[in-house]
């Protein structure tokens, strides 16, 4: 979603700006802008498309500014253009500014100010608080302060920078529900919507809380509530580095997250296993893990692939903890005045650790009572801090759109939970330690399915031109039906859908002729045979059969006509293995199309609106 960058200092901001927008490209958007104080004079430049479209316009020698903001914006309120494109400006051009998130009360706003006099280009729901800062600067208040009394009227959320010609050494940056960062530089300070954007330049960074205002300036920031009370701000060091949020030799971040899960499952493992004690260590639960095995009720909550994560998760708790599990979309649990009680668990799943409707449902069942614990990648981000407790699952930078590895480090997290909890709980030594042995095999497994992707790309040349998928699977390979199909849809733009496979004869098996590819995820497990019942169903009418199945599995290929095997684990850990060729069949189909795959279009790496 929208990328904010921002640099006051003695360098050039322009090559910093477009460097940081470049590290933002990956969270998508549909326009770039950036704002320069030249001689302390306003230059907006900005356009409709992509980051490089703007570097030429801006050129790599034309200006020097020593502050500068830049945007890549997402379209929310009117089309993706020029002049809907950020920075927004003030009626005389000397303010300007740039926003994530979204203004919720701004057509008031906007008619109020209209009413003043104010004239509005552009179709947006930002450009509201240009006018509305001016309007408070006409009054002779300071940029710092102006900013304050605009916020105080504005509902919504927001991650802001503000640069005013009048007052040119300092950018006012300020946040609510979208995350901002302070970099620390020497006598030079940046702010960024996402670390990854500083990286080049600092690890010391500053997060903003919500409700917090900024004032930067190349020395030093100082930072109030809106309300005006001063805050002490604490420095973290980022300990991501830009080996991480590079493509390492792969054409695409996407094949890379694919490609380097032995590594990002370890890492989500490391240190968490006790194989003499048959349970896992998880330090940022330990004390809640009594509750969680005890609890009445648990709920995950998540959207898109976070949220099959939870359906992964609630196999898990109900197999091994016997406790009943509910699995919430964000959007839905948030509105629905959800009914929660002191001694329910409820865990928030997202990679980003920004997603909007998550949050917010975060906050609604903290408000309720409930212990809530966040299970997400990004260090530091808001779901991580607004958690009574939570488990990192250390995937590393996810930068392709399209969730892979945080999907596989998600459900390692989930099952290092389970097991924990049930050995609090009836979960035997021996039972713990086949469990954990089972565990320390997994990611030399997936290594193994990754070494037949190039069998799964023969298969994605087959059928790249389907216009339909279809995906099933049972029990724990439910949830990997579903994930598969997300995938495929995501980045192929081919509409696929994900079925319980025995709800195939209750209506999606109307769609099936030899048009239809039909993914059969099949491992041997206890409902193996059912699951070769519903294939002959599909072959039965001609549907393109491709089946994920296990290693050992020697009558398969009298019924499949594609079949991509992996190896044998436990059925809680069997998801972790049969998403990979899901996952590389998606990635080769869409790169066979010609399609952007870690940019799709439409959609946003981190959904931080509702
Ligand atoms: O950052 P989160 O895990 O909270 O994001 C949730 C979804 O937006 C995300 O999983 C989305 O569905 C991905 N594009 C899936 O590949």
Redesign the pocket.
Known sequence: MCGIVGYIGSKNAVPILIEGLKRLEYRGYDSAGVGLLVDQKPIVIKNKGKVSELEKRVGTNVYTAPVGIGHTRWATHGEPNETNAHPHTNTTGDLFLIHNGIIENFQSLRTSLQKQGYKFVSETDTEVIAHLIDSFLKKDIDLFKAVRLALSEIEGTYGLAIIYSKEPDRIIAARKGSPLVIGIGDHEHYIASDVSALLAYTKQVVYLEDGEVAEIRAEGFLAKTILDEDIIKEVTEISMTMEEIDKGGYETFMLKEIMEQPESIQNSLRGRLIPEEGTAKLGGIESELVHIARCKRAVFT?????WHAGLVGEYMFEQFLRIPTEVEYASEFRYRNPIIQPEDTILF???????AD?LAALKEAKRKGALCLGICNVVGSSIARESDSGVYIHAGPEIG???TK?FTAQLTVLALITLAAARKRDMSLADGKAIVEEFLKIPEKVKTILSQRKQVEEIAEIFKDATNFLYLGRGYNFPVALEGA??LK?ISYIHAEGYPAAEMKHGPIALVDENMPVVFIAPKDSTYDKIISNIQEVRARRGNIIAIASEDDDVIEKYANYVIRIPNTIRMLMPILTVIPLQLLAYYIAVKKGLNVDQPRN?A???TVE
Do not use: M, N, P, R
Request: charged residues 15%; neutral net charge.
């Open positions: 998540a959207c898109g692939t976070s799943i997202s990679q980003s650790g920004e997603t998550t759109v399209a969730s945080a997300l995938k995501e959609l790496k981190s959904v």
